[in-house]
Each structure stands twice: as C-alpha cells, then as structure tokens.
C-alpha cells in the first residue's frame, strides 16, 4: 500500500501525525527529513515510518506533503525533480506564502497541487485545514486530500486569493497571544496567576464556544455582557480607545507581507 508521506519532520508535521493517529488513519505514514534526530523522534513517538533517502519517500507516496519552511520549498523540489515521475500522484503545500504557480513550476504533471493550512490544534482533532486546489486537479485528487485534514478537524475550501489574508486570520496564536496577555495583565492589577488563568480562559474560551454553539448574534451577545454605565463596558471602550482594532488590523498585514516575502524566495 502507498504512503502518506511527509518531507518534513517539523512541528506541523508532528502535530498532523499526532492527528492522524488519534482518528486511527490506517495507511502508512512515512516522514523524511534530513536531520535523524527528528526522525527518531516522530517514530518514538507514533511508531511511523522514516525514510532518509528523499526519492525513495517519494516513490513511496499515495499523498505527498510538503511540510518544509517556505524559504525550503524552491530546493527541495528541485531536488526531487532530479529523477524522473513516472507516475501521476497528488502533493500538498503547507508552506505559507507559496502560491500554486510556483509548485506547479517546481514540480510539472503528471503531479496534482494543492495548498493546505492546517492548524496545530489537528492533534487533539479540533483543527481547521484551509484547502486551496490547483487547476485541473482530479475530483479524485479532491477528495483524498480533503477526507485527509477532516480527520483532524474542519476543512474549508477557499480560492487561493484569499488563502494568505485566512492564513494571518485563523491562526491559534492570536488565542494563545491574547490568553497570555490577559493572564498579564490581570496579575498586574492584584489578581493571583491561577485565579488569572482561570478568569482568562473562561473569558477566552468558553465565551466563544458559547457563541459558536448557539444562535445569538455576536453583537447582540457583545451587548448583553457589556450593560452601559457597567466595568465590561468601561474596559472595551479604553481598549477600543487606544487602537484595539487598528493594532490587530496592524498585526494581520504585518502577516500578509511576511507571506507575500516568502513567495519571492
């Protein structure tokens, strides 16, 4: 049976294993890298398959995924185009910023592109996969890539102009960032940092789910936790004051021009 391999043994690779693994995916998995110790690691760790040898991984491959930082993506296609495909097969993406017309210059047919963004969250099984597909890529092809990422979460299939500005967007960062820093800044004003964590998250988190589980409009529940005249109200009003929406606006375009740089190297 042919693999799933992966060229890469990096973190989003472990995290996409990790997935995987939890969902009881039942092909191979492979992973190539070229440092051993990653190796090593990802096979202690979920009992995959390791391949040094970079054109027998992918002659090995069912999926090919492309999980190398995107300053790496130029190189090592051109290295695996040093021998020849004889085969027709489908290779995924995951490098940020690096649009399909470079993959497809990368590597020609018979080889299928498409772009996949999947979060880190795939290793408890409630990520996301934003999923962009080259041109005429079999519904087949299609397919198999998108049944991939649903076992680790939700899948979202979206054109490709718009796979940088989602990319900067649904990032569990901005969850992460944002916990840390309400964390911060509540022990700053006197509370203790469990007590800090727990009031944190709770805000975070299951504000969201509840919003996510029912029916409310954001506004309308934005309204309801924050009375006039009342401290939820008086907080969003100085954070909004101080820039709050420009600073994130900020930050978002701060990404895209990162991915627009990793498509010129």
């Known amino acids: 049976m042919k693999a799933t391999v992966f060229l890469g043994g990096g973190r989003i690779t472990g995290a996409l294993v990790a997935g995987l693994r939890l969902a009881g995916y039942g092909r191979p998995i492979v992973v190539h890298d070229r440092h051993a110790e990653k190796l090593q690691k990802l096979k202690r760790q979920y009992g995959i398959a390791v391949e040094p040898d970079l054109h027998r991984a992918v002659e090995s491959a069912y999926l090919l995924i492309i999980a190398v930082r995107p300053d790496s993506v130029r190189g090592l296609l051109k290295e695996v185009g040093t021998h020849e495909i004889s085969r027709p097969f489908t290779a995924?993406?995951?490098?940020?910023?690096?649009?399909?017309?470079?993959?497809?210059?990368?590597?020609?047919?018979?080889?299928?592109?498409?772009?996949?963004?999947p979060s880190p969250v795939c290793r408890t099984g409630r990520g996301l996969t934003a999923l962009a597909f080259g041109r005429n890529i079999s519904s087949a092809a299609r397919a198999k890539v998108r049944d991939l990422f649903a076992l680790v979460g939700g899948v979202l299939e979206i054109p490709e102009n718009q796979f940088d500005p989602f990319t900067v967007t649904f990032s569990s960062t901005h969850g992460y960032h944002a916990l840390g820093t309400l964390i911060d800044a509540a022990e700053a004003i006197g509370l203790d940092r469990k007590s800090a964590r727990v009031a944190a998250a709770h805000a975070l988190a299951d504000g969201i789910a509840a919003?996510?589980?029912?029916?409310?409009?954001?506004?309308?529940?934005?309204?309801?936790?924050?009375?006039?005249?009342?401290?939820?109200?008086?907080?969003?009003?100085s954070m909004n004051d101080v820039g709050y929406a420009r600073i994130v606006q900020?930050?978002?375009?701060?990404?895209?021009?990162?991915?627009?740089r990793n498509a010129e190297r």
């Open 92 to 117: 995924v993406s995951l490098a940020a910023g690096v649009p399909l017309s470079q993959l497809r210059a990368g590597l020609r047919p018979p080889v299928q592109w498409a772009r996949a963004m």
């Open 250 to 260: 900020q930050g978002l375009r701060a990404g895209i021009r990162q991915a627009r």
């Open 211 to 237: 919003w996510r589980a029912g029916t409310s409009p954001l506004e309308d529940l934005l309204q309801e936790a924050s009375t006039p005249g009342g401290i939820a109200a008086a907080v969003i009003a």
